[in-house]
Nanobody
Framework: QVQLVESGGGSVQAGGAPRPPCAAPASTYCMGWVRQGAGTKREWLAYVTSTGTSRHLGSLEGRFTASRDNAENTLYLQMDSLKPADTAMYYC?????????????????WGQGTQVTVSS
């Protein structure tokens, strides 16, 4: 069992740039971020492999960057130029396998989420 713990959410002004971390007890090959706004489906945002390969959702237009510190078993999501439409619960997730894909369905382990609310 891998327990993931996100933090660093909260209320942010539009244009803000929070960087919530996700702490994991151990490293897994694939870790990523998923968000879910009120009344919407889960949306995969990004993944980072333990070897440093990353991929991000294209519609983010480079505003979000996922990274990880393998020594600290911590995943980060740098969020820049936030918009009110980015308001959502942000989840850290990890997979058991040796591959990553651009899908939230691949993940076995999930954090409890951290709420980010963006005001204009």
């Amino acid at each position: 069992q891998v327990q993931l713990v996100e933090s660093g959410g909260g209320s942010v002004q539009a244009g803000g740039a929070p960087r919530p971390p996700c702490a994991a007890p151990a490293s897994t090959y694939c870790m990523g971020w998923v968000r879910q706004g009120a009344g919407t489906k889960r949306e995969w945002l990004a993944y980072v492999t333990s070897t440093g390969t990353s991929r991000h959702l294209g519609s983010l237009e480079g505003r979000f960057t996922a990274s990880r510190d393998n020594a600290e078993n911590t995943l980060y999501l740098q969020m820049d130029s936030l918009k009110p439409a980015d308001t959502a619960m942000y989840y850290c997730a990890a997979g058991d396998g040796s591959m990553c894909s651009a899908s939230s369905d691949q993940y076995t382990y999930w954090g409890q989420g951290t709420q980010v609310t963006v005001s204009s």
